[in-house]
DNA sequence: ATTGTGGCCTGCCCGC
DNA sequence: TGCGGGCAGGCCACAA
């Protein structure tokens, strides 16, 4: 589940590689590469360049060299690490252990370090000069207008239009159960439905929740998360927690005080 | 255009 | 003890 938090951890991580020279890129599972580039693509492309820059956007990993920009995307088990450093050591519903046959991309720096992406599930993907004009604003420097704008007309669940990352870029299931749990917001209302001190408080909650969970250590270290199971009850009421599918996702939410 | 659904992919956990 | 089924969700293709 690397949402917005896990990808910068990892761009944190990545910044260890700029000023590096690539001098060999390993693509050892061919469903990785995505958008018409290859493993000798992607060679042609990164070998012999420097990387200039680590950034983030959404939940996707940017790094720059002066060719076209490398896109590292993590599906829900992709963890980052560079030099045999990982960002996050334990992954929620990644892998209990570390397999060698995990890793999925990887570059080599002059000098001999290494960034690789290891991936059970093999979700994730790499991707050469991406198209991002179809991401929406980032979750963690949202605007309030912004975040209007991304409800606004909206008939499909708050939940819905939350994980679209055409809307909003970087929130995923457990954020956004955190964020509605937080604003008192049943992931079931209607988008547009929100009323302006309710997006208001939607706004402010989102931004203190991603520094929040960012200090505490990412997506998982929400206060709804432990009681995101059957039987759960709601930290804030006791209320049981209701479960539903929302948005194609499963989520937990407390009927008592979210409407 | 918007919204919903299913499939991809595989480790892990539970029940038998 | 081994095995099979279900589950997890980011992302994309496709359907209504």
Redesign the pocket.
Known sequence: ???ILE?DAYRRLAEGVVGRTVVAVEAP?P?YP?GGVDAGGLADALVGRRITAARRH???VLLDSGGPTLAL?????GRLLVDGRAAIEYL??????S?P??VRFGLVFRGGGRLWIDD??????V?LAPDLS?LGPDAWSLRLDELRGALA?????LK??L????RV?????????EVAWRSGLSPLR???SLADDEVRRLHRTIRRTLDQMDRRGG?HTGDLFDH?RAGGTCPKDGAPLR?D??????SWWCPEHQS
């Open positions: 589940m690397p949402e990808a599972d469903l995505r959404g939940k996707v995307r993590f599906g829900m088990t929620e519903w990644g892998g209990r252990r397999d046959s995990w059970p599930r093999r979700l994730g993907s991707e179809g007309g909206g008939g499909g669940p819905a239009r994980l679209d990352q055409g870029a970087g929130l995923g299931n457990l954020l956004v159960d209607p988008a547009g997506s995101r479960r599918t929302v948005g194609g996702r499963t």
